[in-house]
């Protein structure tokens, strides 16, 4: 939302629609759940103002089971199309709920962001007229909490991602609440996590794990800080 505000062109992939969740409320069976959840996300990426969203058919659920040269393939294309300057992405813990899929997206794009850029790595892509980009800052994703379905013990025991960065949404945070109520299955989610949601809406913690150039993160003040032009 803040990247929207300030004139940045915004993009969500996501790899599975999610027809294999725990958290449905009345939704129907899978097939149709992932009907469900794209709706959701058409509405929930509108409220933040997403310049572009894409949900791809893989497996809720089975990532991990996934070629990993296809899947940060994938992701490579997508960074080739798009050619953000900052790309965002989970943490290896798999986000506040540790989810496989969650993990398994984070080393993917981990992959496409330093292999993006080089004319080696997927050239079939560049058969199709795209061109090697190098986007220039990647940052993990620092939920302030864990909370797992039925493992409390996790909440203690799981190593997390730190932060270098933090970001106050101020009263894009209410925005921010409705985007999520608009994924209207998953509101299980949001009365498990209960008063931790409150905190999290209104602050996000990012770590800065790449950056173009020798860097070091303590320097880092802001995400688009230190972006260069693209000639530069």
Known sequence: MLAHEAGAETFVLCFTDGQAAHFRGDAPPDADLGKLRRSEMDAATAVLGVTRHEVLTWPDGELAKQSFQELAGIVAEHIRRWQP?????FGGDGGVNLHRDHTMISTV???AFHWAGRAEMYPDHIDTGLHPWAPQKLYYSSPPFVSVRDRPEL????ATVPWSLTLEL???A?????AFQKHSSQQGVLKRVGEH???AMRTE???LVAKRGIASVTEDQAMFAGILDDDS
């Open 170 to 172: 101020g009263p894009l």
């Open 205 to 207: 913690r990012y770590l």
């Open 85 to 89: 300057q900052v790309v965002l992405t």
């Open 174 to 178: 209410g925005r921010k609440l409705e």
């Open 197 to 199: 949601v409150r905190e």
């Open 109 to 111: 794009t981990t992959a």
């Open 155 to 158: 909440t203690n025991l799981a």
